[in-house]
Nanobody
Framework: VQLVESGGGLVQTGGSLRLSCAAS????????MGWYRQAPGKQREFVAS????????YYADSVKGRFTISRDNAKNTIYLQMNTLKPEDTAVYYC????????????????WGQGTQVTVSS
């Protein structure tokens, strides 16, 4: 499974950005896709996730009410709409998924994209 993110950039405080993540390659089944972020000098942290089957969503408390995760199952793509951005949202955002590549494969959540930089200026 390959994950490719896009949509990062530089935005002012209060602005918005939309990130995309497309999964390709051996994607027999994907159960969950989500976003993590890592700021300089900090550990990678969970941001949001969505279950591809029923669409249930989960958010970190720090982004609830500001970020919205959505999916397009036909395209194996998820989106992260980020509104009311703050300087503390500055980080590299990584896409992640839980998937199995073949019908006989085990599930794995160790699929990561290359990351996309989001910078929020004050």
């Amino acid at each position: 499974v390959q994950l490719v993110e896009s949509g990062g950039g530089l935005v002012q405080t209060g602005g918005s950005l939309r990130l995309s993540c497309a999964a390709s390659g051996s994607t027999f089944s994907i159960s969950t896709m989500g976003w993590y972020r890592q700021a300089p000098g900090k550990q990678r942290e969970f941001v949001a996730s969505i279950r591809t089957g029923d669409g249930d969503t989960y958010y970190a408390d720090s982004v609830k009410g500001r970020f919205t995760i959505s999916r397009d199952n036909a395209k194996n793509t998820i989106y992260l709409q980020m509104n009311t951005l703050k300087p503390e949202d500055t980080a590299v955002y990584y896409c992640n998924c839980n998937a199995r590549e073949k019908w006989f494969s085990s599930w794995s959540d160790d699929y990561w994209g290359q990351g996309t930089q989001v910078t929020v200026s004050s």
